[in-house]
């Protein structure tokens, strides 16, 4: 069994394969995944830097997606305790370390943030982690690995958003971990130098 997050579910909703392969490890998530992926699903595609039939498709993969939804009293207690313990303001990401702690599973996430904290208290892995071979390497839509190193068009999608929606809203913080990771890189924004002054006053 697997606690996946919202970070580690758009990154594999991409995906024509969506959660498919990672169906054998019985995954499940706090109810809150499902409405943190929706609504960065529906921003992005408002704001026309994800297509409707894009957009719809990642949705309807979601709903499909073969994951347990958990939500009780004794799970937002936990994440309220765990979220002061790691010195977080909000519990949102706390929930998926308290779902993996009360199971005592692994959380797959792509958020660092996610990582550098909650490994002190779960054991946390990234979605490639678990994948198979087969899976991670395999065609080019549906192979997570070889994407990110492409940087494809949903990779770019998705980092170009998060630029704009820098302090705009927690409901994009997962987003903006997949937007990171895929650019480790950088994107070229051309330019160059600015001109010195005699140069901009044609001495």
Known sequence: MLVIDASAALYLLASEDGLGPL?????????LMWSEVTSVLNEMRWRGELSLSLADAMFERLLASPIDRHADDELYAEAREIARRLGWPKTYDAEYVALARKLDVRLVTRDERIRRGAGRLVTVVGPDEVLSPVHST?????GRVLAARRSTSMSKLVAAEIEKLVGEGESYQRAKAVARAHMSKGFHLGGGPPPDRDAIHDR
Not at 23 to 31: N, Q, S
Not at 138 to 142: D, I, L, T
């Open 23 to 31: 169906a054998d490890l019985a995954l499940t998530a706090p109810a």
């Open 138 to 142: 395999g065609s080019e839509e549906g």
